[in-house]
């Protein structure tokens, strides 16, 4: 018995397989899945989602979003999600680092692009702790 793992951002699936368990990161904590777990709905949090098949691991960057299970299904919808194997450090400290120098001179801005950038900034930085990791 295994579990259906699909991951949804608004650029389509980002990841989509059978596996035996998945430990997602939630603003609670991580939550770690597996077969016959109870239906749930939670909000996830930027951060590091493994998935464990067939006896090896999986990691992968995901931002803030939601996850439910129901039954065997594991449906994360998140707006961005990425295997640490595509991680390229250099362009994600690029990246972090513009999104920073916008965060502080958005004094100004209203709270939905503050709230924009910050979530832009804790999945850079989610994504980085994923690759140094992994190493």
Do not use: C, N, W
Not at 7 to 20: C, M, R
Not at 105 to 127: F, G, I, K, S
Request: without cysteine; hydrophobic residues 40%; glycine residues 6%.
């Amino acid at each position: 018995m295994s579990l259906h793992l699909e991951i949804v951002t608004p650029h389509g699936k980002a990841y989509e397989s059978p596996v035996d368990q998945v430990i997602l990161p939630t603003k609670q904590g991580e939550v770690g899945l597996l077969p016959g777990h109870l239906p749930l709905l939670t909000q996830v949090d930027a951060g590091e989602l493994r998935v464990l098949k067939k006896g090896k691991t999986e990691y992968l960057a995901v931002s803030s979003g939601f996850a439910q299970v129901m039954q065997d299904k594991i449906s994360v919808l998140t707006e961005s999600a990425i295997d640490v194997e595509e991680i390229d450090p250099t362009v994600v400290e690029q990246a972090m680092a513009k999104a920073q120098a916008e965060l502080k001179e958005a004094a100004d801005v209203d709270p939905e692009e503050m709230e924009r950038l910050e979530t832009m900034v804790r999945y850079h930085q989610a994504q980085l702790l994923v690759k140094r990791k992994k190493r």
